[in-house]
């Protein structure tokens, strides 16, 4: 066989080698893209769920005592504004996620208020004896666990997804067919102080 045409053949063969890494390459993107998508539901789910057993928290106190009305209205308004802020799965830009982290944190804010508030209702003993508002606490509590969790989930899942975007060949591929890195949560300022939902007798 002439050189000219070893040299075709081992091009060849290195092509098909570099395609069939390229074609590997994009499909490990596109799990873990879908994985961060979904690692991304999940959060968004148990801000929701947060969001809801708030809501039906709020209703509860309104019915069962005499409470600063001013106070329910703040975190009314901060409920809806949480859910309001949506993000895309595709687009989660550090501003997008910026904007989502801080409608969360203006509620966390206004439920702390909410809550400390409530402590100190001369007619908390009657609320405390509604087994609907007990269940509502531990499920409030039980969600920030919950919420936790997901966080750090997307978190490793983004990491792991901007690493295969960053690196080398997979850099190559993502700017190829239009991977781009993503963001992940950072830690709010108040991040260690969960929404306080200990609604125990102040008196002690």
């Known amino acids: 066989m002439k050189t000219g045409g070893i040299i075709a053949i081992v091009v060849v063969v290195l092509l098909l080698m570099a395609g069939c890494g390229g074609c590997s390459k994009y499909n490990s993107l596109v799990t873990q893209n879908n994985n ?37 209205t703040k975190v009314t308004e901060a409920r809806a504004r949480a859910t309001s802020v949506q993000i895309n799965a595709d687009n989660l830009t550090p501003e997008k996620l910026k904007e989502y982290q801080d409608a969360q944190a203006n509620l966390n804010g206004a439920f702390s208020t909410f809550s400390r508030l409530l402590v100190s209702n001369e007619n908390y003993p009657t609320l405390k004896a509604t087994q609907n508002f007990s269940d509502l606490q531990v499920e409030i509590a039980g969600t920030e666990n919950r919420i936790a969790v997901a966080r750090k989930d997307f978190n490793d899942a983004v990491n792991d997804y901007n690493n295969a975007v960053q690196y080398f060949p997979g850099n190559i591929v993502a700017g190829l067919t239009g991977f781009h890195e993503k963001a992940s949560f950072t830690a709010d300022a108040d991040a260690q102080h969960a929404p306080k939902v200990d609604f125990g007798d102040s008196t002690k």
Do not use: C, H
């Not at 801000?47 to 809801?52: H, P, V």
């Open 36 to 72: 961060v998508k979904n690692k991304w539901a999940n959060v968004e789910a148990q801000y929701q769920r947060r969001s809801d057993l708030i809501g039906n928290l709020v209703a509860t106190v309104k019915g069962a005592a005499n409470f600063e009305q001013s106070t329910l």
